[in-house]
T-cell receptor, first 112, second 113 residues
Framework: GESVGLHLPTLSVQEGDNSIINCAYSNSASDYFIWYKQESGKGPQFIIDIRSNMDKRQGQRVTVLLNKTVKHLSLQIAATQPGDSAVYFCAAVIQGAQKLVFGQGTRLTINP | EAQVTQNPRYLITVTGKKLTVTCSQNMNHEYMSWYRQDPGLGLRQIYYSMNVEVTDKGDVPEGYKVSRKEKRNFPLILESPSPNQTSLYFC????????????FGPGTRLTVT
């Protein structure tokens, strides 16, 4: 199977600073990873994904890094804004499987 | 507007009273899935469906049923709800068969007393 864990359940950063949220996975056969953002009272929202043949992917203000050697991925959010306050989940898909396995989430709080 | 809708959004019921939570998507997605979200446990998959009439168990299927008679709808059925099914439920859908980039509904908060 697969288990996905986030290193910190909560993270507080100052507005304007960069945030880094970390995630570890257990199964080396995982070949696709997604980061989701969940705001209070809403369903998770797709942020960015990365396949195992890549080690970095950039979006708007977000970057995902994948280190397959240590089975670790991170989500970097640049110049955090109040609207970035949410719970962030990483999820992994095992090659050949049909489902996502989610981590437990990191709650990101942006301090003014 | 592309979206996944769930009904009801909130439900309080009693043990043993059958209920159905509906899920509908307007994006012509093949893949649909149900999750439950509990504090400290994250999102856990209950059932998923890769297409009409094709469903399979996720990680926590006990006490739940699903059906996929139409591509757009994927109802979750609790035949005899119990208090341990009190949770926040999300329906999701995506293109393709592997659940890539799933679009989530707004959630259904269920309380079973």
């Amino acid at each position: 199977g697969e288990s996905v864990g986030l290193h910190l359940p909560t993270l507080s950063v100052q507005e304007g600073d960069n945030s880094i949220i970390n995630c570890a996975y257990s199964n080396s056969a995982s070949d696709y990873f997604i980061w989701y953002k969940q705001e209070s009272g809403k369903g998770p929202q797709f942020i960015i994904d990365i396949r195992s043949n890549m080690d970095k992917r950039q979006g708007q203000r977000v970057t995902v890094l994948l280190n397959k050697t240590v089975k670790h991925l991170s989500l970097q959010i640049a110049a955090t804004q109040p609207g970035d306050s949410a719970v962030y989940f990483c999820a992994a898909v095992i090659q050949g499987a049909q489902k996502l396995v989610f981590g437990q989430g990191t709650r990101l709080t942006i301090n003014p | 507007e592309a979206q996944v809708t769930q009904n009801p959004r909130y439900l309080i019921t009693v043990t043993g009273k059958k209920l159905t939570v509906t899920c509908s998507q307007n994006m012509n997605h093949e893949y649909m899935s149900w999750y439950r979200q509990d504090p400290g446990l994250g999102l856990r998959q209950i059932y998923y469906s890769m297409n009409v009439e094709v469903t399979d168990k996720g990680d926590v299927p006990e006490g739940y049923k699903v059906s996929r008679k139409e591509k757009r709808n994927f109802p979750l059925i609790l035949e005899s709800p119990s208090p341990n099914q009190t949770s926040l439920y999300f329906c999701a859908s995506s293109w393709g068969r592997r659940g890539y980039e799933q679009y989530f509904g707004p959630g259904t908060r269920l309380t079973v007393t």
